[in-house]
Structures are given as C-alpha cells and as structure tokens.
C-alpha cells in the first residue's frame, strides 16, 4: 500500500471542512435570522403607514407607504407570473438620488404604451426587480436591494397589484446548507475512491515487478 498523500489530503480536508462550515453557518446562522427577518415582515402591513424610505431598509417591506411621483421618466415592465407584467414606472421626486420606482399595475399586453402622469401614490413597500445573480444573493446576503412602492390603486388601463406577501421573499436556507454537507460529502467520497484506486494501482505495479 502507498502512504497516503500529505498535500493533497491537506487540501481536500480543508476543502471538505469549508464546505461544512458553509452549511453549518446556513443553518445555525443565516436560517434564524430569516425566520426572525420574516416574521417581522408578516406583522408589517398592520403597522401605521410612513412616507416612502430614501434609504433601502428591508425591515419596512410590506409597510403601506406613500410618496409623490413628480414625473415619470420611464415605464417598464417586469415580469409578473401569471399576472402577466408588472408596470413600473421611475419616478423623478425632486430630491437627490436615484428617483422613486412605483409599481403602477399589472398587464397582460408585452408592448402596449401606458399613460401615467405621476402624482401622489399610496400603497405598500416592496422589493424592486433585481438583475443581480442568484450567486450574488448567496456571498452578498447584506446587500439591501432596491425598494419601490407598489400602488393600492392602479393606473388607467391596468389591472390591480396583488397584496403584499412574505411568500415573496425566499428562505432557503436549509437548503443551501444540505447542499453544502451533501458537496462536503461528496468530496470525501470522491477522494476516498481516487485513494483506494491509487493503492491497488501501486499494488498491481509492485506484483509486476516481482
């Protein structure tokens, strides 16, 4: 039997140990934070409403809110499952920053122009469509992403938004910490093989020889 490799069992031990402290940091860490994150979400709708935020503070969403779009700068569209599309329009506000997003309803219709002229919306804070990938969601967990206010009432020509839901909001913690272990798992699987297959290898060279 050969010895077993000192560098590269060093580095797949290490790797193998990373991995289990990703998921244990999933799970022990990240997973009641969200649960705690979540459940402060679920009473926000009752609470009082308050302007719109300029700063991004997750803990508001779902808060009834208000805000005046002085004018819209441009309206787009994003996806909105079997609602269709939601329209989004970029409000300028008159202060610094980079303007006011405010959901102004639902369409089915992919590239029909929608008339909106801005002026004081009330209705409730949501998260504004991210472009961002999902690994960016992962190794950036405190990263605020962008707020915007989704209307109580639609725009002319549109149909309503749905009501706030922490449905809304993923919590996949515990998943992301099984796939950790399962990866942990695997590795060591997988070098365990490689190290049984280089023995007999070794084993078989030295019965040639003799």
């Known amino acids: 039997m050969k010895r077993v490799p000192v560098i590269p069992t060093t580095v797949v031990g290490i790797a193998i140990a990373a991995m289990i402290a990703l998921g244990l940091w999933q799970l022990l860490d990240r997973r009641p934070q969200k649960e705690a994150f979540l459940a402060q979400l679920a009473a926000n709708p009752t609470r009082p409403a308050i302007a719109f935020p300029r700063v991004a503070d997750e803990t508001l969403l779902f808060r009834r809110s208000s805000a005046f779009c002085l004018e819209p700068v441009s309206i787009t569209r994003a996806g909105a499952g079997a609602a269709g599309y939601r329209v989004i329009a970029l409000c300028r506000t008159g202060a610094e920053g980079p303007g006011l997003r405010v959901q102004i309803g639902t369409t089915r219709d992919p590239v029909g122009n929608v008339a909106w002229g801005g002026g004081k919306v009330s209705g409730w804070i949501a998260h504004a469509p991210d472009a961002r990938p999902l690994i960016a969601e992962v190794t950036q967990p405190h990263v605020a992403r962008e707020l915007m206010l989704v209307a109580a ?22 998943a992301y910490a099984v796939q950790w272990f399962l990866f942990a798992g695997v590795a060591g699987v997988i070098y365990v093989i490689a190290l049984r297959r280089r023995g007999k290898t070794g084993a078989g060279g030295g019965s040639a020889k003799g």
């Not at 002319?156 to 913690?173: E, V």
């Open 153 to 174: 009432t639609p725009a002319a020509g549109l149909s309503p938004n749905a009501p706030p839901s922490i449905d809304s909001i993923p919590n996949n913690h515990l």
